[in-house]
C-alpha cells in the first residue's frame, strides 16, 4: 500500500485491522443474531459432525465449536463434545458452550434426536470424562476465571474433588455442584446467556 499525503492509505488500513479484531472478538462475545458464525445450516455454517455415538470423536483442527464458532483444538484442556442417537454430534470448545447446546441443540444447527453421549475435559486432570457421570461446579466468578468464553462450569470426574474446589471459596457451596441431568436453560445462561434464544 503506497503512501499518500492525505492519509487514505493508513485509514484504509486501519479500518481493515479494525475489521479483523472486531471479527475475532464476534466469535467470543457477539449476539446470537449479529454473528453470522454461529451455527446456521441454511446460512452455510454447518459445524455438525459424523460421531461414533457410543465413544468420544477425537477433536481435529477443523472442528469448531457450534455455539461460538471458535477451533476447538485451541482449548484442549476446556473443550467438549456431544453425541446424538442418529451418529451426529457436535464438538464444543468450554463446557459453557457444551451446557448451550445440551440445553438448545437445534437452536445451534443440532440434530433433534435424542443426546446419548457427552464427554467434557475434567477441570483440573485435564482428561476427556464421561459428561453424564461428571459432576459440574457452577463457578460464577469471572475473577478466578482463565476461560475461553470469560466463564465456565468446572467439570469434574467426581464430587469429592468438586468439594474441595468448592471449599476453598467462601462464594460457593455444595449446591454449587450439580449434575448434567440438573443443566436447564436457565443455567446455560449463567456461561453463554447472548447466545441462547
Not at 167 to 186: A, P, R
Amino acid at each position: 500500500m503506497e503512501p499518500t499525503t492525505d492519509g487514505r492509505s493508513r485509514r484504509r488500513l486501519l479500518a481493515a485491522l479494525g475489521t479483523g479484531v472486531a471479527g475475532v472478538l464476534a466469535g467470543c462475545s457477539g449476539d446470537n443474531g449479529e454473528n453470522p458464525n454461529v451455527a446456521d445450516p441454511d446460512g452455510g455454517f454447518d459445524f455438525t459432525v459424523e460421531h461414533p455415538v457410543d465413544e468420544p470423536k477425537e477433536f481435529s483442527d477443523d472442528q469448531m465449536c457450534g455455539v461460538c464458532s471458535m477451533t476447538v483444538t485451541d482449548y484442549p484442556e476446556r473443550n467438549g463434545q456431544v453425541a446424538h442417537e442418529d451418529g451426529v454430534g457436535m464438538m464444543c470448545c468450554s463446557p459453557g458452550c457444551l451446557f448451550a447446546y445440551y440445553t438448545e441443540p437445534t437452536h445451534f444447527g443440532g440434530s433433534e434426536a435424542d443426546i446419548v453421549g457427552v464427554w467434557v475435559t475434567e477441570f483440573e486432570m485435564q482428561r476427556l470424562i464421561d459428561g453424564y457421570e461428571a459432576v459440574y461446579v457452577l463457578e460464577r466468578n469471572e475473577q478466578r476465571a482463565d476461560d475461553p468464553m470469560r466463564l465456565d462450569p468446572r467439570p469434574y470426574d467426581d464430587r469429592s474433588t468438586a468439594l474441595e474446589y468448592v471449599e476453598t471459596y467462601d462464594d460457593l457451596e455444595e449446591d454449587d455442584i450439580i449434575t448434567l441431568s440438573e443443566v436447564d436453560t436457565d443455567i446455560a445462561r449463567i456461561y453463554r446467556s447472548a447466545r441462547l434464544p
